[in-house]
């Protein structure tokens, strides 16, 4: 009877959930083509990706719990504060404040934008969740993300003659190791020298940035006062989801990478010993797992889908290699990480919250004449609000009564050795 009775709610989730998808989905469709003489192709493609945009809202709620709602009020009370500040600065703050909120749908192509950035963000954040998830604090996506834009971009522009089947994914893959192997070089010095990976990967980046420039600039082309390569080839090149919107079907790669990570880690003997280590590094040591090589994998995967991103920026956003294309995206994919609290299927939410404040946030320095500024300072108040939240935890464990344990005379090896590691 209890089992009838957890299946059926099982189904009613579902249903629920399904609903509420459609639900939202609709209502982003409408809201968005509504702008625009669209035919019902274009509708149906829109809608295809909201329907993307509503299964992740329900999934952030499934996968955090009470979570989801915690984490509402924390963006909640940083727009409240955000508020506050645009009061003090500005006259017409409701007016910058509903471009800020509005934004985003109220044109095909800036929701187009919005999807991107949201895209970019989901696979940054899925990087960033496989390294957090084995309890090591690595800042290399950004260094990793150029990696996989060069790479990728060379095979755009020198692979010729495939067809568009064959060449999109090779490219995509090109860029997906490259970032493997920069995101394996900090793992090794982790695993066997002991190097912090912070330091490392921090020192990375730039080293990964001056080596795009520089090669960049043997692709410039000639003439060109931009520090620019030549468009990639039509077969290289994402495929627009729609005539007028710059979002690309490469949305539907971000949802398999989401799948395949959490797969990775909730369903593979690999994924159990990240988060074995993650748990306790000893305890896993002790229990057989290599240590070892499980970091360097677990950097060198989070590395694929940083490299991944950047192949997805040049691809399908930029469509050519040039500088800048990215600024401190890695970074604000550490946020999207914490947001959803380093759950796979929690990411896309989380990503599409925080692209819709950066979108928006360009609307409205354009409509109200504020600075985008304002955004940056809403991110940090996020930041503040989930670091004051860890915080009242920590504390809260400090507090608790320690069950005093009797003296051994047993001494333990902070280092202990276990067959097969070195």
Do not use: C
């Amino acid at each position: 009877m209890s089992n009838l009775s957890q299946r059926s709610r099982r189904v009613l989730w579902v249903i629920v959930g399904s609903v509420v998808a459609l639900a939202l989905a609709l209502a982003i469709t409408l809201q968005v083509t509504s702008t625009v003489e669209a035919d019902s192709s274009t509708v149906i493609r829109v809608l295809m990706v909201n329907l993307l945009v509503g299964l992740s809202v329900v999934l952030f709620v499934v996968e955090t719990g009470w979570g989801a709602l915690r984490a509402i009020l924390t963006v909640a009370a940083a727009l409240l504060i955000g508020f506050l500040i645009l009061l003090i600065i500005n006259t017409d703050p409701v007016n910058a404040y509903r471009s800020l909120l509005s934004g985003p749908l109220s044109l095909l192509n800036r929701w187009g934008n919005w999807i991107n950035d949201a895209l970019s963000l989901t696979l940054v954040g899925l990087a960033i969740v496989l390294v957090f998830r084995a309890q090591l604090f690595s800042l290399g996506a950004e260094g990793q993300i150029y990696f996989g834009a060069l790479a990728a971009g060379y095979v755009a522009l020198f692979v010729t003659g495939l067809p568009a089947a064959i060449h999109i994914p090779l490219a995509m893959a090109a860029g997906g190791l490259a970032g493997f192997l920069w995101g394996l070089l900090p793992g090794v010095l982790r695993a066997y020298l002991g190097a912090n990976e912070l330091v490392s990967t921090l020192m990375l980046n730039p080293m990964a940035v001056a080596i795009y420039a520089l090669i960049l600039q043997s692709l410039k082309v000639p003439g060109s006062g931009a520090v620019a390569s030549a468009d990639f080839l039509e077969t290289a090149q994402l495929p627009r989801i729609v005539a007028d919107s710059p979002a690309t079907v490469a949305v539907f790669y971000g949802a398999a990478a989401v799948l395949l990570t959490w797969l990775i880690i909730q369903r593979t003997p690999l994924g159990y010993e990240i988060r074995m280590i993650g748990a306790n590094v000893r305890f896993a040591r002790y229990g057989g797992v290599n240590t070892r090589r499980t970091i360097m994998l677990a950097m060198a995967l989070s590395g694929v889908l940083a490299g991944v991103t950047g192949a997805v920026l040049v691809l399908g956003i930029h469509r050519r290699l040039r500088l800048g294309i990215s600024t401190g995206l890695a970074f604000d994919g550490i946020v999207v990480a914490l947001l959803a609290r380093n759950k796979p299927l929690a990411i896309p939410a989380m990503a599409l919250l925080y692209a819709y404040l950066r979108t928006g946030a360009d609307v409205m320095q354009s409509q109200a004449n504020i600075s985008s500024d304002i955004v940056r300072v809403i991110e940090a108040i996020i930041i503040l609000l989930i670091t004051a939240e860890a915080l009242v935890d920590a504390f809260k464990w400090f507090r608790r009564p320690q069950i005093q344990q009797p003296l051994s005379s047993v001494s333990l090896d902070v280092n202990p050795t276990v067959p097969g590691e070195k």
